[in-house]
């Protein structure tokens, strides 16, 4: 008949033995199966040396004091692992440490190329938007400055048909004046011819008068 104590430990290695994964889970589980199998083959060994030390307290007995300080100190310290053990991937028993970080590599590499390819494409978007800012402001400054332009040669128009019109008005009015000079020169010499023949005709008659 089992005692108690390993009654509880075969019960206890049956339970992790079917709660073990198989080889296939293992190699997709590494971590948890390394560490599920540590603590499996620790608790094993604990159950072994707690049954080693009941048998050893029935045969020889021992004050109760020491039994105790005994059974503490014969349990087995937990395993340490190192950083280095724990960074470490299997897959069916094969290191792809290696592998994995040349894909983390891989992966960091392209979102540095996809960031620097948006950040490229972004500026240039900028650039283009600046582009076509600065086409819209220089078109609606050019458009302002021919609209000045043509209003500029309306008024310079303008003012060579005013000028036009004042040297016309000039001449017309030289012209004019030139009439009223010649009409009034016509006046005073049919007015003088007036007089002598006004004065030939009353000496005639005095004349006339005379002889009779």
């Known amino acids: ?5 390993e009654a509880n430990g075969n019960m206890f290695e049956t339970q992790m033995v079917y709660g073990v994964p198989t080889v296939a889970t293992q190699g997709f589980l590494p ?12 608790r094993k060994s604990t159950a072994a040396i707690k049954s080693e030390s009941s048998l050893t307290y029935n045969n020889l007995p021992l004050p109760r004091k020491r039994s105790r300080d005994s059974a503490m100190v014969s349990f087995p310290s937990p395993p340490h ?37 948006m950040r490229v494409e972004i500026e240039e978007k900028r650039k283009r938007q600046a ?25 310079e128009k303008i003012n060579w048909a005013l000028e036009e019109r004042v040297k016309s008005l000039c001449i017309e009015n030289q ?14 010499a ?17 004349d006339k008068r005379n002889r009779g």
């Open 1 to 5: 008949m089992m005692n108690p104590i």
């Open 190 to 206: 049919l007015r003088s011819n007036l007089e002598q023949v006004l004065a030939t005709a009353q000496q005639v008659k005095v």
């Open 131 to 155: 582009r076509k800012i600065m086409e819209a402001i220089e078109e609606r400054v050019m458009k302002k400055l021919r609209g000045k332009e043509e209003e500029m040669e309306k008024i």
């Open 81 to 117: 692992k190192s950083n280095e053990a724990c960074s470490r991937f299997s897959f069916l028993g094969h290191d792809i440490s290696l592998h994995m970080e040349q894909q983390q590599l891989d992966i960091d590499r392209l979102i540095s190329q996809h960031m620097e390819k």
């Open 175 to 188: 012209i004019w004046r030139d009439l009223a000079q010649t009409n009034e020169a016509t006046a005073t």
């Open 31 to 42: 971590l948890h199966n390394s560490l599920v199998t540590d603590s499996f083959i620790h």
